[in-house]
Nanobody
Framework: QVQLVESGGGLVQAGGSLRLSCAASGRTISMYVMGWFRQAPGKEREFVVAISRGGVSTYYADSVKGRFTISRDNVKNTMYLHMNDLKPEDTALYCC?????????????????????WGQGTQVTVSS
């Protein structure tokens, strides 16, 4: 079992930046492909980005490519999401997740069903 806790959300003006953290416990995250998802009110959960177990491979949604950067520190058992040039449409609850299958190496599977462990989320609100 992996327990995940997000932090770092908040209210920011358009064009601003935030860094989200996802702290894990229970198991080392080095075993898992990890990802960030977001969900805005009235919308379905949306894939944002995923990172391979060693951090070498990443896969971004087109909507955040070039603005967001994912990273992980397996020694600290923590994953990060650096968000720059934030836009009002980035407003959402951001959740981190760990893959359901620890043998998985592919980062391009964007379905939430491919992830088994989820945090409660941290709210990001971008004002215009």
């Amino acid at each position: 079992q992996v327990q995940l806790v997000e932090s770092g959300g908040g209210l920011v003006q358009a064009g601003g930046s935030l860094r989200l953290s996802c702290a894990a416990s229970g198991r080392t995250i080095s075993m898992y492909v990890m990802g960030w998802f977001r969900q805005a009110p009235g919308k379905e959960r949306e894939f944002v980005v995923a990172i391979s177990r060693g951090g070498v491979s990443t896969y971004y949604a087109d909507s955040v490519k070039g603005r967001f950067t994912i990273s992980r520190d397996n020694v600290k058992n923590t994953m990060y999401l650096h968000m720059n040039d934030l836009k009002p449409e980035d407003t959402a609850l951001y959740c981190c997740a760990a893959a359901a299958d620890s043998r998985r190496t592919v980062v391009t599977e964007i379905s939430p069903s491919k992830y088994a462990y989820w945090g409660q989320g941290t709210q990001v609100t971008v004002s215009s």
